[in-house]
């Protein structure tokens, strides 16, 4: 890797051939651009029609709200994880879903890095403490999941913790879907073009530059580090008590709507309309680890 705080350039090896990134550069080289949407075996040539999500998303947000009255009649609650590498698209996919629902009963946690306190507690003890209550629907946009990607790959933790944490998760999942929580955890994937071309959206659009971190330009050079370590984290957390959904979202579109079909679907609320939440394209949205293979 070459890198400099002024152009922030970085090499990288893409379809066996090394390529140069300026995330500076105003013009997005054509070869990020014309890979993105293809990338990581994405199987559409375009975008979902902007006019056919709108209705689609709408028609589903107003299931959303259904799904929210009844959560709260009956005293449910409802939580889902979203994991995914930088840019796969976790926060407007989660926007998506909250958009409609009434704050009072439907959070998204988003946690900064652990306090020295936290750093000290039990690795899971913060995040429990977001849980929701009778009637609630929490959100997290990443979760305890940070110590299976993220922390081990940018060396926050140690191996022996991360081991330690996927021995743990399954058992600690266990007890949260028991206690009656309808528990999801979603893992959103992107081709590596199509994070380069987020990237460098972010960096030329001054509503989202505070979206582009120094974090995210370390990890640029990282791919199949982190590719190693997804791997291995769903080879080892997804069960049949808390399975993994893996949702293909080079198109933000699609796979923003197919999420939201799977929550509707997974759970029989009152007055559900099957017609208007539509079928889960199963080339978009798959189970575990297999559906990357």
């Not at 399975?243 to 939201?260: E, Q």
């Amino acid at each position: 890797m070459s890198s400099s705080r002024q152009d922030r350039t970085v090499e990288l090896k893409i379809g066996g051939h090394r390529r140069a990134f300026d995330i500076d550069d105003p013009k997005l080289p054509d070869w990020v651009h014309d890979g993105a949407l293809a990338s990581e075996g994405y199987p559409y040539d375009n975008k979902m029609n902007k006019d056919k999500y709108e209705n689609a998303l709408e028609a589903l947000q107003i299931e959303l709200v259904k799904l929210q009255f009844w959560l709260n009649a009956s005293g449910k609650r409802l939580m889902a994880l979203f994991e995914g590498r930088d840019a796969a698209g976790k926060g407007g996919t989660i926007f998506s879903i909250r958009a409609y629902l009434n704050p009072r009963t439907a959070r998204v946690v988003a946690l900064p890095k652990p306090t020295e306190t936290e750093a000290g507690q039990w690795y899971f003890q913060r995040y429990v403490t977001r849980f929701p209550t009778s009637g609630e629907t929490v959100l997290f946009d990443r979760s305890w999941y940070n110590r299976g990607v993220v922390e081990p790959v940018m060396g926050f933790c140690t191996e022996e913790q991360c081991k330690t944490f996927l021995h743990e998760a399954p058992r600690f999942e266990e007890m949260i879907v028991d206690d009656g929580i309808y528990f999801f955890k979603f893992w959103l994937n992107i081709g590596q073009e199509m994070q380069l071309k987020r990237f460098h959206d972010r960096r030329h659009d001054p509503l989202k530059i505070w979206k582009l971190s120094p974090m995210d330009i370390a990890a640029l050079t990282k791919w199949d580090d982190f590719t190693k370590a997804r791997d291995r984290m769903l080879e080892k957390t997804h069960t049949e008590h808390a399975p993994w959904t893996v949702v293909k979202l080079n198109d933000k579109r699609r796979g923003r709507i197919n999420v939201i079909r799977h929550l509707l679907l997974s759970i029989d609320y009152e007055g559900r309309d099957r017609e208007a939440i539509g079928d889960i394209g199963h080339n978009i949205l798959g189970d575990g680890p297999d559906f990357l293979r």
